[in-house]
């Protein structure tokens, strides 16, 4: 025998999201795309080739904290 509180009511199912048309949601989906590679900027390409940097890598001593 369980003596108790009963358990909550549950709560309505949450009403469907509004539904666009696929013209409507590409257009949409483009201008965000465009928005986001603008404020990529130049910082988020790649400037070395497919071969990497070619130059000597440096490799003289260093001093921390001066």
């Not at 509004?18 to 465009?34: I, L």
């Amino acid at each position: 025998m369980c003596i108790g509180p009963k358990a909550p009511k549950m709560a309505p199912p949450p009403p469907p999201p509004p539904v666009m048309s696929d013209a409507a949601m590409q257009g949409a989906y483009s201008g965000e795309k465009r928005r986001q590679r603008a404020m990529a900027g130049r910082g988020s390409t790649i400037l070395t080739g497919g071969s990497g940097i070619m130059g000597a890598a440096p490799t003289g001593k260093t001093v921390l904290g001066g």
